[in-house]
Nanobody, 132 residues
């Protein structure tokens, strides 16, 4: 059973930076060697939205327009971690951020995941609060 645990959330002033991390466990490399992973967020009273998703076998990651040029998704050196570097944070970035994953075979599936949010595994979330 794959498990995801997020960390790195906190409070920061507008214009500041935060780096979120997601640690994965309970998987086997033979059955989970190709996958899509990403970050989603949900603010109170608003719908969940995909923030950034990537396919580990290549291609460019996908970002929601509102975070392009500010956020960067990447995989840690240990290969079982996923990070989201968030710069130039804005109050509208305030939300609960969730790590998600699923098995994938094409980069297009990463885009599909970002759009439909149909991940097989989810973390518990980490809160990000940006003050003005």
């Amino acid at each position: 059973q794959v498990q995801l645990v997020e960390s790195g959330g906190g409070s920061v002033q507008a214009g500041g930076s935060l780096r979120l991390s997601c640690a994965a466990s309970g998987y086997t490399t033979t059955s989970f060697n190709r996958y899509c992973m990403g970050w989603f967020r949900q603010a109170p009273g608003k719908e969940r939205e995909g923030v950034a998703v990537f396919y580990n076998e290549g291609g460019q990651p996908y970002y929601v327009d509102s975070v392009k040029d500010r956020f960067t998704i990447s995989q840690g050196n240990a290969k079982n971690t996923l990070t989201l570097q968030m710069n130039s944070l804005k109050p509208e970035d305030t939300a609960m951020y969730y790590c998600a994953a699923k098995r994938c075979w094409t980069a297009l599936q990463a885009l599909d995941l970002m759009k439909n949010g149909e991940a097989a595994y989810w973390g518990q979330g980490t809160q990000v609060t940006v003050s003005s």
